[in-house]
């Protein structure tokens, strides 16, 4: 056997050029594995370690106004081992030297917030805690400070209930509850436009208004509890005081979009290393065949000394098993690499304080197995071709091929070519496999320069029929309790309002079946022109009365088709339930929405002709004089703008959207030379002779 472990190292090494490019294609395969399934495991493992030390609530559930003394009804329930009531409110925010809408959610503290036992823990990232029964202080979100460029000592202001508080940041924080931050409704994160702070309880109460209430509770579950039981019994406590309705933590804004994004490096970890790997195998089957049909002289001298037609197999194995080396200590170290750039290009958006990137063991030993399983695939034939080679047949040379005429020349067009090109033609007809498969082998380096120009044409295309073809409005603002349709005039009598169309929100939860999703349910005008809903087709889509109009997303999650009846149940007002039909599905990457007659909502809530919020269209040279209002406006709790939002997105993507391109170049280059090259110098070989002559 030592004869033949030099022989393979030796072959390896004369056909090193070719060795190399088809173990560069692997790489690219097990660097792009293990780049995604090792940021996937940083991530994953970063965010359980944050959520249990910093005790994310189990449970959330949001009221309009409950007593205190219900928190001892709501921990007795079954199920519930520690309870934490809060104040949280919605506030347009001011900061000085700022004239754009920038709005916020003010969060309570608890009264020793440093203390462990408490939920939603906060980690103090800079600066002090606010001083109890201090009025004004504030903690800001970690995103937010770095956005606006906030220091402990800095001040600003906000509209809480209607009244103008002068806020001063004493520090920075990170909270377990806002890794992602987004403001709610909201596609994209928008840190230099929505913030969260945290104040003094007592302080945030007696500005709320809520001395002695709270408007939302976080709940942590026994160990073996059932969230749903929890939730179902805790929203019976709670419907008298204008319960919206609990949820799990897995529907938590925040948990859901960080599981969401993680989710998706699984579709990366298969797709992209798919393609490489069955354009290694290929190439690994094309230059093997073409090497034992060199070697049939060397086949048989060996089995005539007696080696058995195993070990001529495992000899070129072993050649095999020299490349996967190569491509597994390349990958591996790229992956590795490529790994820890991710993972911090993903903390720009996930806010955790203390992550740590390694490389899974298991992860090699996966990429390893994948790899000699694709191997296998592309050599079997030929290892098993030359393992069977009689002796006697192998000392013969390898039949040859067929010398005719190709298709051109059949057709009286070869006079056209060149005696080179005759050549070309006639040997891409002889090998019609081999030809078709180093067509689809370059045909896959294209794919990939696709998929990394794919991203940025979708996201172009998102943008361009989310807030070009459906939403129009410059602005939305939402109220901080619904009105009667008298009072919008004083909404379109703000200074530079165009046009302005009423909205009306109100939180549901639509089943189909036993799955069910909890979302606001919007009822729109039906002659609106700012905010037009487009059907499959991006053509408008008609509001019909009793009959909802939900995006296709939301179908999906509850398996249902245009036609079928849904239960929706509101969770605010008289907190009806109701059964309509699915009148149709929208094109809205918004991600799951339902949409209703304005009239048809407000009678559901028992709130006929109200309105909680509208779509404004602004003159834009006076867009500095309506923020400016709409600011000192005590009845708008919040106002969006759209283009802002467009802006935001744009330069927050536009690096990692360069930084993808830039790889996929890379590896579609690598795909195209390997194929290239070791077609090109199989021809060479095969062609030698005519070469020569």
């Not at 460029?149 to 001063?168: F, K, Q, T």
């Not at 509770?217 to 929203?235: H, S």
């Amino acid at each position: 056997m030592r004869a033949l472990i030099r022989k393979s190292l030796r072959d390896l090494w004369l056909m090193r050029g070719q060795a190399l490019a088809i173990a560069l294609v692997m790489a690219c395969g097990v660097a792009t594995f293990t780049m995604s399934l090792s940021t996937r495991a940083a991530l994953q493992a970063a965010l359980d370690r944050y959520y249990a030390t910093r005790s994310l609530a189990d449970v959330f559930a949001p009221v309009k106004r409950a007593p205190e003394a219900l928190t001892a009804r709501i921990a007795d329930l079954p199920g519930v081992a520690r309870v934490q009531t809060r104040v949280v409110a919605e506030v347009n925010l001011d900061i000085p030297g700022e004239s754009e809408a920038v709005t916020g959610r003010l969060v309570s503290l608890p009264s020793d917030p440093a203390a462990a036992s408490g939920l939603n823990r906060l980690t103090l990232r800079e600066g002090l805690w606010p001083v109890a029964g201090r009025r004004g202080e504030v903690l800001v979100s970690e995103a937010f400070a770095t956005a606006r460029g906030l220091r402990p000592g800095d001040r600003l202001a906000a509209v809480i209930n209607g009244r103008r508080e002068e806020l001063r940041v004493t520090g920075v924080a990170l909270s377990p509850e806002y890794v992602y931050e987004i403001r709610p409704g909201a596609m994209f994160p928008d840190n230099r436009r929505f913030g969260v702070m945290w104040m003094e309880r007592r302080a945030l109460a007696a500005a709320a208004g809520l001395e002695g209430a709270f408007n939302d509770a976080c709940l942590a579950l026994d160990a073996g509890a059932v969230a749903q039981d929890v939730i179902d019994r805790l929203d019976r406590l709670l419907e008298p005081y204008g319960s919206t309705g609990a949820y799990p933590r897995a529907d938590q804004t925040s948990v859901k979009m960080t599981a969401d994004e993680i989710s998706q490096m699984r579709s990366m970890a298969f797709i992209p290393p798919s393609i490489f790997l069955s354009v290694a195998a290929f190439l690994l089957n094309v230059v093997l065949t073409r090497l034992i049909g060199t070697q049939r002289e060397q086949i048989a001298m060996l089995k005539s000394f007696g080696y058995s037609g195993a070990q001529v197999a495992s000899h070129y194995l072993l050649m095999v098993a020299g490349i996967v080396a190569t491509a597994m200590t390349i990958g591996t170290a790229a992956g590795a690499w490529l790994g820890g750039d991710m993972t911090r290009m993903y903390m720009q958006f996930f806010r955790i304080p203390d992550y740590t990137y390694h490389l899974p063991g298991w992860l090699p030993a996966g990429s390893l197995a994948i790899c000699l399983l694709s191997a296998l695939v592309g050599v079997l034939g030929a290892v098993r071709g030359a393992a069977r080679l009689p002796p006697a047949e192998a000392m013969r040379p390898e039949p040859p091929s067929n010398y005719r005429a190709s298709l051109l020349e059949r057709m009286g067009l070869g006079r056209f070519l060149s005696p080179a090109a005759r050549m070309v033609f006639r040997n891409l007809e002889r090998r019609p496999m081999r030809s078709f498969l180093a067509v689809v082998g370059v045909a896959l380096a294209t794919s990939v320069l696709v998929l990394g120009s794919f991203v940025r044409g979708t996201i172009d295309y998102v943008m361009d029929v989310q807030f070009q073809g459906s939403q129009r409005q410059d602005y939305t603002v939402t109220l901080v309790e619904p009105a009667g349709d008298e009072s919008f005039s004083s909404l379109t009598s703000l200074p530079g309002v165009m046009r302005a169309e009423p909205l009306l929100a109100a939180p549901v939860r639509i089943r189909a079946g036993h799955r069910e999703r909890r979302l606001a349910l919007t009822g729109l005008e039906p002659g609106r022109d700012l905010f037009p809903l487009l059907d499959m087709d991006l053509r408008p889509a008609r509001l019909t009365p009793g009959a909802l109009l939900i995006s296709e997303t939301l179908g999906e999650a509850l398996h249902v088709r245009p036609g079928d009846v849904v239960r929706v149940e509101v969770l605010s007002g008289r907190r009806r339930t109701v059964e309509m039909p699915v009148g149709g599905f929208l094109r809205d990457f918004a991600g799951v929405a339902a949409y209703l007659e304005r009239d048809e909502l407000g009678r559901l809530l028992g709130e006929p002709g109200t309105w909680s919020g509208a779509f404004v269209l602004v003159d834009s040279a006076r867009e500095r004089d309506f923020t400016r209002a709409v600011k000192e406006t005590p009845r708008i709790a919040a106002v969006s703008s759209t283009r802002a939002a467009i802006d935001s997105f744009r330069k927050t993507f536009a690096e990692n959207i360069l930084r993808m391109r830039f790889f996929n170049v890379i590896f579609a280059t690598i795909i195209a030379f390997g194929v290239v090259y070791n077609t090109a110098r199989i021809a060479l070989g095969e062609r030698s002779c005519e070469l020569a002559t």
